[in-house]
């Protein structure tokens, strides 16, 4: 009578089927970790492209609403302040302008205010600080449009409050700082912004597109873990 208690085929089948089993179960726990690294990457490079088109757009937008050259359309349905006569509304108008601008790249805003939350669940809080540098500039170009829409130029002329105006000019008019003296704090902070973008994101890419070939050797131990 043969002993059960032997070893024999029967249990050598069992062992390699449980050994099976176990390498299927941790071949489709490894496959769904890749696949989850996978989808986790694919977001981080979209939006590492999307920050990266987006400083590059931002450039164009402070540029467009900072400029210098404005036009009587832009301000014609300024409202009448009474007392005002032409030049002194042409002078309100040439700020009216600016906030006209900004009201017109609303989108961009909007869509940068998105990003930015993205962004920092993806990256962190430092990619969050540096697109809220955006919000941050357009808001400081608004506050002083709006101060010179009311008052173009100080009503009392000290040296103090000469100097005020001078900054809020700065932070409308881009370039103005030559004339000014005075420090640009709006294009300081889209400096620091694309600096700060482009050493976050710029990598992300790099890295993804200058990958080597992998071997079969390579998949294997990646497979493996190793």
Not at 164 to 183: A, H, L, M, N, P
């Amino acid at each position: 009578m043969t002993n059960p208690w032997a070893f024999g085929w029967t249990q050598l089948l069992t062992i390699i089927g449980f050994v099976i089993t176990v390498l299927i179960a941790v071949g489709g726990f490894r496959s769904f970790e890749r696949w989850r690294r996978e989808k986790i990457e694919e977001k981080r490079i979209d939006a590492a492209v999307d920050a990266l088109v987006l400083i590059r757009e931002a450039k164009w937008v402070f540029e467009n609403m900072r400029s210098l050259a404005t036009f009587e359309y832009e301000w014609k349905d300024m409202p009448v302040t009474g007392g005002d006569d032409e030049g002194m509304r042409r002078s309100k108008g040439s700020f009216y302008a600016i906030l006209k601008r900004i009201e017109g790249h609303r989108q961009f805003f909007e869509r940068a205010w998105k990003l930015q939350i993205r962004c920092g669940a993806l990256f962190g809080q430092r990619a969050e600080d540096a697109l809220l540098l955006l919000q941050k500039a357009r808001r400081e170009v608004e506050i002083s449009a709006g101060m010179l829409t009311r008052d173009p130029m100080p009503t009392v002329r000290t040296e103090e409050n000469v100097r005020t105006w001078e900054k809020f000019k700065t932070d409308v008019w881009q370039g103005y700082s030559d004339i000014s003296k005075v420090r640009d704090s709006v294009a300081e902070k889209l400096e620091e912004c694309n600096e700060s973008i482009e050493a976050i994101c710029r990598p992300v890419l790099d890295r993804q597109f200058g990958k080597k070939k992998r071997t079969w050797l390579g998949s294997v131990l990646e497979w493996l873990g190793l």
